[in-house]
């Protein structure tokens, strides 16, 4: 059997994740066979939300400038899910990240490259409040 081109030789995960200056800096990542189904995917446990509010429990926000400490969503995030149907890896994410960046995340995440697709989403996306407003 032919093994597949990944990034890593660790099983792929699924999760969220969140960027700060080119790196990724918080992430709940999970192999995929711990991962819980949802719908048709397969996700990791828990939401962006829950998982700031336990950041900031443990003091985790405390390197950020404050104004990004205050939500979840004001810095560049995403999830990466898994399709069974397709087997395929899908990294979703805003607006605001670069081909490098989403690169490095298939790495972190241990992604094989030609079952990856790269996907924004509006939920991921870094938007104005007029633009929020606008939708």
Not at 5 to 32: D, M, Q
Request: glycine content about 6%; hydrophobic content about 35%; aromatic content about 14%.
């Amino acid at each position: 059997m032919k093994r597949s081109k990944t990034y890593s030789k660790e099983s792929p995960k699924v999760g969220i994740f969140w960027f700060y200056h080119g790196k990724i800096i918080f992430k709940n990542a999970v192999p995929l066979n711990q991962g819980i189904n949802y719908g048709t995917t397969i996700i990791c446990e828990t939401d962006h939300e829950s998982f700031w509010n336990r950041l900031e429990q443990s003091g985790q926000l405390k390197n950020l400038p404050p104004h990004l400490r205050f939500e979840y969503f004001a810095l560049p995030r995403g999830i990466v899910v898994f399709h069974p149907e397709t087997e395929q890896y899908f990294v979703i994410h805003g607006n605001n990240l670069a081909k490098k960046e989403l690169n490095l995340v298939a790495k972190e995440f241990n992604l094989p490259k030609e079952k990856t697709t790269f996907e924004q989403d509006i939920l991921c996306c870094d938007l104005s409040d007029e633009e929020w407003e606008a939708l």
